[in-house]
């Protein structure tokens, strides 16, 4: 069954804009992560956040988390064209070795 | 590194028939992953490995799906009778180990095999 939902499902922007996406997921965590995937190519990863942790930056990325709410967020800072792809959240449950669950992601398109 | 291996990178096969997904996973990763990609599901967890074991197949659909790793370098995921709704984009993944309860680090991915069943 899947961990997360994300939202919202599709996201159209102008270059230069800020991009939010979110995810909810249902049990505890040890980490949540975030990946980005362009169309007809595999899953890359862009930014691990542990559950002990509340913010993290990397480069124009930033996520959150609220564990409490069971809620994280991805923010794209200052878009490009190239942001233009699928952003998925993934879980992994807490006590469940490495399992590893996708979000049904966002579709993200940054018009030039 | 090469990165994860897969092949082949397109199947089209008729119904009924056994069809062979392989992964390399990169070298050193002790956790091995099998997704399945639609629209309509999005990306589904299969099944995984730990060390060559099967740690979790309850993402399995049916008896007509079997996946191994005989060996770190190696998995295969086989599909037998396959069906048309089997047709997908089928991703291998692999991560290094964790530090036992706190979870895996990133999941590096292939490209896919986009599965097509006629």
């Known amino acids: 069954s899947q961990q997360g939902e994300e939202d919202p499902q599709a996201l159209s922007i102008q270059e230069g804009e800020n991009a939010t996406m979110n995810c909810s997921y249902k049990t505890s965590i040890n980490n949540l992560q975030w990946y980005r995937q362009n169309s007809g190519r595999g899953l890359v990863h862009l930014i691990l956040i542990r559950s002990n942790e509340r913010e993290k930056h990397s480069g124009r990325l930033r996520v959150t988390l609220d564990t409490s709410k069971k809620s994280s967020s991805l923010l794209i800072t200052a878009s490009r064209a190239a942001d233009t792809a699928s952003y998925f959240c993934?879980?992994?449950?807490?006590?469940?070795?490495?399992?590893?669950?996708f979000g049904q992601g966002t579709e993200l398109s940054v018009k030039p | 590194d090469a990165g994860v291996i897969q092949s082949p990178r397109h199947e089209v096969t008729e119904m009924g028939q056994e069809v062979t997904l392989r992964c390399k996973p990169i070298s050193g990763h002790d956790y091995l992953f099998w997704y399945r990609q639609t629209m309509m599901r999005g990306l589904e967890l299969l099944i995984y490995?730990?060390?060559?074991?099967?740690?979790?197949d309850s993402g399995m659909p049916e008896d007509r799906f079997s996946a191994k790793m005989p060996n770190a370098s190696f998995s295969t995921l086989k599909i037998q009778p396959s069906e048309p709704r089997d047709s997908a984009v089928y991703f291998c993944?692999?991560?290094?180990?964790?530090?036992?309860?706190?979870?895996?680090?990133?999941?590096?991915f292939g490209q896919g095999t986009r599965l097509t069943v006629v």
């Open positions: 490995f730990n060390n060559n074991v099967p740690i979790d």
């Open positions: 993934a879980t992994a449950p807490y006590n469940q070795g490495g399992k590893l669950i």
């Open positions: 993944a692999s991560a290094p180990s964790t530090s036992g309860l706190r979870g895996n680090t990133e999941a590096f």
